[in-house]
C-alpha cells in the first residue's frame, strides 16, 4: 500500500490566486513517482493558526502518513510554517532538516537561512520543504531514500534496522 501524503502549499499570494502554485505540483509529481499517494493538495494562507490547525487535523484524521508543506520556512515575518509545525509535533526529526539544510548550502548560501523542520505528530512524518520549486525538488530528493523506512517505523514496523 503506497503511503499517502498531503502536501500543503503556504503562501499568502498562492492562497488568493495571486500567483500559481509551483512548488506543490513539483512536489507531488517527484513523491508521485516514488510510489506515494497524494490524497490531498492544499494552499492555506500563512498564518500560523491556520498551518496549526491544518497539520493536527490531517495528522488526527489517520488519513496520511506524511504531510509536506512547502513554503514559510524562512526569516521574513510572514514566515511561519516551522513555528507552527514544532507546537504542533511531539517528536522533533533534526536529522532530516539538518541534511537538507547541509546539502543544500553545497548549491546555495541560502540554505543558511532555512528554519524547515521534521517531526512527528501521532503516526504522521511532517516535513517543511522550502517555497521555490527548485529548492522543494532539491531538498526533497535530499529526504526521499529516508521517508519509507521513517514513516514505517512511525507506523509501529517493529523489525531491526540493522537487518
Not at 500563512?46 to 490531517?58: F, G, N, P, V, Y
Request: hydrophobic share 40%; with cysteine.
Amino acid at each position: 500500500m503506497p503511503f499517502r501524503t498531503l502536501i500543503i502549499t503556504v503562501s499568502d499570494k498562492g492562497s488568493r490566486g495571486e500567483r500559481e502554485d509551483a512548488s506543490g505540483p513539483e512536489i507531488a509529481g517527484m513523491i508521485g513517482k516514488a510510489g506515494f499517494e497524494v490524497v490531498e493538495k492544499l494552499i492555506i494562507p500563512d498564518e500560523k493558526a491556520l498551518i496549526r490547525q491544518s497539520l493536527m487535523e490531517w495528522s488526527d484524521s489517520g488519513k496520511v502518513d506524511l504531510i509536506l508543506t512547502t513554503g514559510g520556512t524562512g526569516v521574513s515575518p510572514r514566515d511561519v510554517t516551522p513555528d507552527a509545525t514544532r507546537e504542533v509535533i511531539e517528536r522533533e526529526i533534526p536529522g532530516m532538516a539538518e541534511e537538507m539544510r547541509r546539502r543544500s548550502a553545497a548549491i546555495t548560501p541560502h540554505a543558511m537561512i532555512s528554519r524547515a523542520m521534521a517531526g512527528i505528530r501521532g503516526r504522521t512524518l511532517i516535513v517543511n520543504l522550502p517555497g521555490s520549486p527548485k529548492g522543494a525538488r532539491e531538498n526533497l530528493a535530499v529526504l526521499l531514500p529516508a521517508l519509507p523506512p521513517a514513516i514505517e517505523k512511525i507506523m509501529g514496523d517493529e523489525r531491526e534496522c540493522a537487518s
